[in-house]
């Protein structure tokens, strides 16, 4: 299998002074380009947990800070008044806006209430109000009542994991009967399984459509799961070059045992095959996690049975009107695939490398 | 296609030697193989085949009995629709501008991930394909915030670096397939996987040789690194450009599956889908897709075509 592949091998250092010196800035130079263009890269993600813990009154401000922030106020006589950065010879002040006037104000300060109002002239509309910052979490419970988020992962939970399971057992078997099998024009038949790759589904579409449409499977969930248990040409190439590089004195001496073809399958090549098996699993749970085509179509009408993607498109349209909201539910629509694919990401990369380098 | 039947009549040189012991092996490897061959047959050749005499017809899902045979109407109609035209145009106009910009992206990523002076490399690889795992319609979303014309980051940057009003993104139809292109780098964690693998099946000593030459960093870069890697390239290309007619999702969310603004998301396969499911005209709507089928064709047969100027294969493959 070929891993992802690792550094070079450094030749042995020779230790020199100057040497060490220019190692060691062009160490920190390139480190240092490399965090900004992560910080830009992921930049959009601060933006939205920022935002998901912003008020509604918070995004509207005419002032909108950065981060979640409320005008501060303090409590004068039983009256709650703004606290304003005020100028004034002794330096910038926050003074609480107690009576407003065109021209003049009277503050207090919050640090000295005995002295009683403060005199200030100058016109208060132009001065900064005080902000602190107040983080909300209500987007969040309000974002997952508004579409139904319980109802939508549920959804997609079910498509994504039956899929999935389908993808397996089909490509795992047709993967070993491409791998181990002396059949008659069985590379013609690989070539052809690996040109699917570039036939755009759109070509078949209407057909299986009208098809699904026919047999009454339309604004059902089986068109979704059901074509993943005939196997495709990624999992399947994937699959295959994996179980290529499982020796086959293996298998042949379970054979000798008196295995047949499917026990050498299950006890012989499957046990050795985790990490493709892995990759597969999951490269099929997030296609399925983030369809929108499909789901789309045959979903059409059936809010009932809406995914995860189609749901979350009634976000995309408010969000100019309800930022908060939306970010929230994204942030709780990424997290379980993030989360996965942290946990997972060594076997999940190397998938990668191979479906698509190998070829 | 004839050549697809596996019975061993297609191979009459085999039968004539096939002991019980083959012909096991055959059966099982067959038993194996069916569920492809199933799939194949009932979900790929067969849909194929009726989608070509779909596009004879007018049929319409509403009315089935009524459906006629319209013989070449649609594919006349399809070289004098101004829509498709314009879908065309659309989507030949992602290909220029993204296209391009999403083989170099990830190729500036991955050699910088691949750098022998960065500290930590494996964080920074997971963290530029991270995003590649984000939801398109999460990814529509908060890009749509970022790149939003008055509150969004992207505008406030460009306004605090240059000191101009940056334009706005989705709502400009000049501007709406650069936001694509942008919001696309988030995407492009497989690309990036690719390339640096392809780096790091680069022989050590061809760099060692040039440094003993006097080759300057550059001129590593691209005289070694870049034909070395250039089979990576071209496979990616390839996917790049094929995607590009398959795009929608993004289209479809930015522009209210109407092509806002003006018409400037309308893309080929979103053209497509409006044809086929919201207008129902499912004659048309097959006739969309061979077309586009037969234009991924003819894109990929140009692309291989032109693989013996630029891409090199070590090991004269």
Same mark, same amino acid.
């Given at each position: 299998?070929?891993?992802? #592949?690792?550094?070079? #091998?450094?030749?042995?250092?020779?230790?020199?002074?100057?040497?060490?010196?220019?190692?060691?800035?062009?160490?920190?130079?390139?480190?240092?380009?490399?965090?900004?263009?992560?910080?830009?890269?992921?930049?959009?993600?601060?933006?939205?947990?920022?935002?998901?813990?912003?008020?509604?009154?918070?995004?509207?401000?005419?002032?909108?800070?950065?981060?979640?922030?409320?005008?501060?106020?303090?409590? %004068?006589?039983?009256?709650? %008044?703004?606290?304003?950065?005020?100028?004034?010879?002794?330096?910038?002040?926050?003074?609480?806006?107690?009576?407003?006037?065109?021209?003049?104000?009277?503050?207090?300060?919050?640090?000295?209430?005995?002295?009683?109002?403060?005199?200030?002239?100058?016109?208060?509309?132009?001065?900064?109000?005080?902000?602190?910052?107040?983080?909300?979490?209500?987007?969040?419970?309000?974002?997952?009542?508004?579409?139904?988020?319980?109802?939508?992962?549920?959804?997609?939970?079910? /498509?994504?994991?039956?899929?999935? @399971?389908?993808?397996?057992?089909?490509?795992?078997?047709?993967?070993?009967?491409?791998?181990?099998?002396?059949?008659?024009?069985?590379?013609?038949?690989?070539?052809?399984?690996?040109?699917?790759?570039?036939?755009?589904?759109?070509?078949?579409?209407?057909?299986?459509?009208?098809?699904?449409?026919?047999?009454?499977?339309?604004?059902?969930?089986?068109?979704?799961?059901?074509?993943?248990?005939?196997?495709?040409?990624?999992?399947?190439? @994937? @699959?295959?070059? %994996?179980?290529?590089?499982?020796?086959?004195?293996?298998?042949?001496?379970?054979?000798?045992?008196?295995?047949?073809?499917?026990?050498?399958?299950?006890?012989?090549?499957? #046990?050795?095959?985790?990490?493709?098996?892995?990759?597969?699993?999951?490269?099929?749970?997030?296609?399925?996690?983030?369809?929108?085509?499909?789901? @789309?179509?045959?979903?059409?009408?059936?809010?009932?049975?809406?995914?995860?993607? /189609?749901?979350?498109?009634?976000?995309?349209?408010?969000?100019?009107?309800?930022?908060?909201?939306?970010?929230?539910?994204?942030?709780?629509?990424?997290?379980? #695939?993030?989360?996965?694919?942290?946990?997972?990401?060594?076997?999940?990369?190397?998938?990668?490398?191979?479906?698509?380098?190998?070829? | 296609?004839?050549?697809?039947?596996?019975?061993?009549?297609?191979?009459?040189? &085999?039968?004539?030697?096939?002991?019980?012991?083959?012909?096991?092996?055959?059966?099982?490897?067959?038993?194996?193989?069916?569920?492809?061959?199933?799939? $194949?047959?009932?979900?790929?050749?067969?849909?194929?085949?009726?989608?070509?005499?779909?596009?004879?017809?007018?049929?319409?899902?509403?009315?089935?009995?009524?459906?006629?045979?319209?013989?070449?109407?649609?594919?006349?109609?399809?070289?004098?629709?101004?829509?498709?035209?314009?879908?065309?145009? &659309?989507?030949?106009?992602?290909?220029?501008?993204? &296209?391009?910009?999403?083989?170099?992206?990830?190729?500036?990523?991955?050699?910088?991930?691949?750098?022998?002076?960065? $500290?930590?490399?494996?964080?920074?690889?997971?963290?530029?394909?991270?995003?590649?795992?984000?939801?398109?319609?999460?990814?529509?979303?908060?890009?749509?915030?970022?790149?939003?014309?008055?509150?969004?980051?992207?505008?406030?940057?460009?306004?605090?670096? $240059?000191?101009?009003?940056?334009?706005?993104?989705?709502?400009?139809?000049?501007?709406?397939?650069?936001?694509?292109?942008?919001?696309?780098?988030?995407? &492009?964690?497989?690309?990036?996987?690719?390339?640096?693998?392809?780096?790091?099946?680069?022989?050590?000593?061809?760099?060692?040789?040039?440094?003993?030459?006097?080759?300057?960093?550059?001129?590593?870069?691209?005289?070694?690194?870049?034909?070395?890697?250039?089979?990576?390239? $071209?496979?990616?290309?390839?996917?790049?450009?094929?995607?590009?007619?398959?795009?929608?999702?993004?289209?479809?969310?930015?522009?209210?599956?109407?092509?806002?603004?003006?018409?400037?998301?309308?893309?080929?396969?979103?053209?497509?889908?409006?044809?086929?499911?919201?207008?129902?005209?499912?004659?048309?709507?097959?006739?969309?897709?061979?077309?586009?089928?037969?234009?991924?064709?003819?894109?990929?047969?140009?692309?291989?075509?032109?693989?013996?100027?630029?891409?090199?294969?070590?090991?004269?493959?």
């Amino acid at each position: 299998m070929a891993a992802l #592949p690792h550094a070079r #091998p450094r030749r042995a250092p020779v230790w020199s002074p100057r040497r060490n010196m220019r190692q060691f800035t062009a160490t920190a130079a390139v480190t240092l380009v490399a965090l900004l263009v992560v910080a830009l890269f992921l930049a959009p993600l601060a933006y939205m947990t920022l935002t998901a813990l912003k008020t509604q009154k918070q995004v509207q401000d005419p002032h909108s800070q950065f981060l979640p922030s409320s005008p501060s106020t303090y409590r %004068y006589e039983g009256r709650d %008044y703004p606290l304003l950065n005020v100028p004034t010879e002794g330096g910038a002040r926050q003074w609480a806006l107690v009576k407003p006037g065109r021209e003049a104000s009277d503050f207090i300060d919050p640090d000295n209430p005995a002295a009683g109002l403060i005199h200030w002239e100058g016109r208060w509309r132009v001065l900064e109000p005080v902000y602190h910052f107040d983080p909300t979490l209500e987007n969040f419970p309000k974002s997952w009542n508004q579409i139904h988020l319980d109802r939508l992962f549920g959804n997609t939970l079910f /498509i994504a994991v039956v899929g999935t @399971l389908g993808t397996l057992l089909s490509s795992v078997a047709v993967a070993y009967g491409f791998s181990r099998f002396r059949i008659p024009g069985i590379n013609l038949l690989f070539i052809i399984l690996i040109s699917t790759i570039i036939l755009p589904r759109q070509v078949t579409l209407i057909p299986t459509y009208i098809f699904f449409r026919a047999i009454g499977w339309g604004g059902t969930w089986w068109p979704l799961i059901i074509p993943h248990f005939f196997a495709n040409a990624y999992n399947v190439f @994937l @699959l295959r070059q %994996y179980f290529k590089g499982i020796p086959r004195d293996m298998d042949e001496a379970a054979m000798i045992d008196g295995a047949s073809p499917l026990q050498t399958l299950l006890y012989v090549i499957l #046990p050795q095959s985790m990490p493709a098996l892995t990759a597969v699993g999951l490269f099929h749970f997030f296609f399925a996690w983030n369809d929108f085509f499909e789901p @789309l179509i045959y979903l059409q009408g059936r809010e009932d049975l809406y995914t995860l993607s /189609i749901g979350m498109t009634q976000f995309a349209n408010i969000f100019n009107t309800q930022p908060g909201l939306a970010t929230a539910a994204s942030m709780m629509a990424l997290a379980l #695939p993030v989360v996965i694919f942290f946990l997972a990401q060594r076997v999940f990369m190397q998938g990668i490398v191979i479906t698509g380098v190998d070829k | 296609m004839a050549t697809l039947s596996t019975t061993p009549s297609a191979a009459p040189t &085999v039968r004539r030697r096939v002991s019980p012991l083959l012909r096991r092996e055959i059966n099982w490897g067959l038993l194996f193989l069916s569920p492809w061959l199933v799939g $194949f047959l009932f979900f790929t050749l067969m849909p194929m085949a009726a989608s070509l005499i779909f596009s004879l017809t007018d049929y319409n899902p509403i009315h089935p009995e009524a459906t006629q045979f319209v013989g070449l109407t649609n594919w006349g109609r399809l070289f004098n629709d101004p829509f498709m035209r314009q879908a065309w145009a &659309v989507t030949l106009r992602f290909v220029v501008i993204s &296209v391009p910009l999403s083989i170099a992206f990830p190729l500036g990523l991955a050699v910088l991930v691949n750098s022998e002076h960065l $500290f930590a490399k494996n964080i920074y690889r997971t963290l530029f394909y991270m995003p590649s795992m984000i939801p398109v319609v999460v990814n529509v979303i908060i890009w749509g915030g970022i790149m939003n014309s008055e509150t969004g980051w992207l505008n406030r940057a460009i306004e605090f670096v $240059f000191g101009v009003q940056g334009p706005r993104w989705y709502q400009d139809e000049a501007w709406v397939i650069p936001a694509l292109t942008i919001m696309g780098f988030w995407g &492009v964690g497989n690309t990036m996987l690719t390339m640096l693998a392809g780096l790091q099946n680069v022989p050590t000593e061809l760099y060692d040789a040039a440094k003993v030459d006097g080759a300057s960093g550059w001129q590593r870069f691209f005289s070694i690194t870049l034909p070395m890697i250039s089979p990576v390239i $071209f496979y990616n290309l390839m996917l790049c450009v094929i995607g590009s007619f398959q795009y929608f999702t993004q289209a479809y969310i930015i522009g209210n599956g109407r092509g806002d603004p003006n018409g400037a998301t309308m893309f080929y396969n979103l053209y497509l889908y409006r044809i086929a499911f919201n207008f129902l005209d499912m004659g048309y709507g097959a006739t969309l897709a061979w077309a586009m089928f037969v234009i991924v064709l003819i894109l990929t047969i140009i692309l291989f075509r032109t693989q013996n100027r630029w891409v090199y294969y070590a090991g004269g493959e």
